[in-house]
């Protein structure tokens, strides 16, 4: 079973192979923090709406394979959110001391089924 890991940024697209969902975990978390550590976005003021930071997604990371479409949501303060689903996105709710990556791999390792 392969993995893809579809990296979404600035109007490029990136497409990365991985073999178990470990590995696709890892490459996705790699992308993510990498994004989250680069340059900030600044207010966009559309004149009759302004958009912070935090409410602009700079790169979006999605992971999909073997029945799994989640991913990682890195918004323009460089904070992130991971989902799953397709077309409705549901937010995962991070426990004590999880970031959006711990809780994204919690959730997807608790029903894994690999070889």
Request: net charge positive; glycine share 10%.
């Amino acid at each position: 079973m392969a993995y893809r890991v579809v990296v979404r940024r600035s109007g490029k697209v990136d497409k990365l192979q991985a073999r178990t969902l470990d590995a696709a975990l890892d490459l996705l978390e790699h992308e993510a923090r990498a994004a989250a550590n680069g340059p900030r976005r600044g207010t966009v003021d559309l004149k009759v709406r302004q958009f912070e930071p935090v409410q602009q997604v700079s790169t979006r990371v999605e992971l999909r394979g073997g029945g799994v479409r989640a991913g990682v949501d890195v918004r323009g303060d460089g904070s992130a959110e991971a989902w799953t689903g397709r077309v409705r996105r549901t937010l995962i709710e991070p426990r004590d001391g999880e970031d959006a990556f711990a809780a994204l791999r919690r959730l997807l390792q608790s029903f894994k089924v690999e070889p």
